[in-house]
């Protein structure tokens, strides 16, 4: 199907691109990779009046360290990311959930910032950004402000940015040395996960000294498994401890039951991928 017709503005900047925004109000839409949008567009599930184009906008591109943190532009390509030695570093989380989001067309083509701030709970990247604490910066008409992951993925399709606001970079507090895994479930390559778990794990001497366990598709937002994170920490990396740990991952969720599977099944595979991915993490 052909989209309906729209106007379509590129600017060079997030100034201007406020500005579009502004005068265009809740006829203006978006578009950053354009993976996402393009195929509402063409069902006619969204026809804006004004398409803003952020992909003309160099400072939104790019990832850097910032000390603690590293900082990821909204408007860099899922494969820039995904290479990136600062990544893989720092945020060797990140890196791993990239390898596995969707094929190599898309990775080159969507953007980190636009997957976030779509934020389907399917998504590969909402999981990973909230276990490992990042903040995610966003400018509007009043000034810049920063909001944690934690307040960031509001609902289903739902975040904290406003009709007006652009997400301009995420940052990721630093964890060098840590291990990381992202442990995702299909039926066929390259699909949405059924249920994804990204797992970052500190060891010292064999035994968990810290653990951050995100969980994909297992709510109407990406989830923090914190009972799990709670029981890992302190105990050898061993099968058996894990997977004790891993029987909490069900805690605080509300999976989604659908054509490729239902809650209950959704739940038993949180609990086997979260085993998988920690002990993948931990090098066990």
Known sequence: MIPAAFDYVAPTSVEDALAALA???????IIAGGQSLLPVLRMRL??????????RIPTLRGVRDDGDAIVIGAMTPHAVVGSDPLVAEHAALIGKAVEHLADAQIRHRGTFGGALAHADPAGDLGAPALALGAEFVIAGAGG????????FFVDLFETALGEDEIL???????HTGWGA???KFVRVAHQWPIVAVAAAVR???GTIAEARVGLTNMGNTPLRAHA???ALVGVAATEEAVAAAAAKATEGTNPPSDLNGDADYRRHLAQVLTRRAVLTAAGA
């Open 23 to 29: 005068q265009h109000g809740d006829d203006a839409k």
């Open 46 to 55: 969204n026809a804006p009046e004004v398409i803003v184009d952020l992909g």
């Open 144 to 151: 810049t402000r920063t909001v944690p992951a934690a307040e």
């Open 168 to 174: 301009t970079e995420v940052r990721v507090p630093k």
């Open 181 to 183: 895994h992202y442990e």
């Open 203 to 205: 060891v010292e001497g």
């Open 228 to 230: 799990v994170e709670e």
